[in-house]
């Protein structure tokens, strides 16, 4: 079964632009969840998603958002660009009945 | 609000000897506890996981982990170290009352294996 994709795996982007970065969770998970990773802060949650539905949210401002479609990709989205949203954003995906995720290789997003 | 404490960003021990990573939680309902593992530019493989039931899981790799209620603990360890295990280990829970899979990560600790 294949795992977790997310694309791009790097992207380079300026100060005030936006980007979107993709998700397919593993076949027949469908809740996706979102983290940021930094040096700094480390691992933070973002959001996740459900039946294309937000369940939850993490302490991320509104320039942070996302969806999920009906084949449970998700894709979140990041405007106004800022240098410190610089960092590796994973996606995680997980069947209904379960705790466990399983992870991508994330994106490495710079902002310069 | 549950967190995740790991003592000590970085262990390093030689090529054989015991590995423990530290883990302790706070949580206001009984947690399931995950270890994970990341190796560089690579996304985080799910080590092992308590959920229910035994208290010392078995992971992949030669890992296991012991969830101890009463000192709120869930160490990571393994008995040889190897080159491979070289890299960085989050520890993670998620509130079984939530209804759905947030995970609270610790800080991580870098492992280090000199020959």
């Known amino acids: 079964k294949a795992g977790v994709t997310q694309t791009p795996r790097y992207l380079i982007k300026t100060r005030g632009q936006q980007v979107t970065l993709s998700c397919s969770p593993i076949?027949?998970?469908?809740?996706v969840s979102w983290y940021q990773q930094t040096p700094g802060q480390g691992l933070q949650f973002l959001f996740e998603y459900f039946s294309e539905t937000q369940r939850n949210k993490g302490n991320f401002p509104g320039r942070f958002s996302g969806r999920q479609f009906s084949n449970s990709r998700s894709e979140m989205n990041v405007s106004t660009l800022e240098l410190g949203d610089s960092a590796l954003y994973l996606c995680?995906?997980?069947?209904?009945?379960?705790?466990?995720?399983?992870f991508g290789p994330g994106t490495r997003l710079t902002v310069t | 609000a549950q967190s995740v404490t790991q003592l000590g960003s970085h262990v390093s021990v030689s090529e054989g000897a015991l590995v423990l990573l530290r883990c302790n939680y706070s949580?206001?309902?009984?947690?399931?506890l995950f270890w994970y593992v990341q190796y560089p530019n690579q996304g985080l493989q799910l080590l092992l996981k308590y959920t229910t039931g035994a208290t010392l899981v078995k992971g992949i790799n030669g890992f296991e982990a012991e969830f101890k209620k009463s000192e709120t603990s869930f160490h990571l360890t393994k008995p040889s170290a190897h080159m491979s295990d070289a890299a960085e280990y989050f520890c993670?829970?998620?509130?079984?009352?939530?209804?759905?899979?947030?995970?609270?990560f610790g800080k991580g600790t870098m492992l280090l294996v000199s020959p």
């Open positions: 949580s206001s309902v009984p947690p399931y």
């Open positions: 076949s027949g998970h469908r809740s």
């Open positions: 995680a995906s997980s069947r209904v009945d379960s705790y466990e995720q399983y």
């Open positions: 993670a829970v998620s509130l079984t009352s939530s209804g759905y899979s947030t995970l609270t």
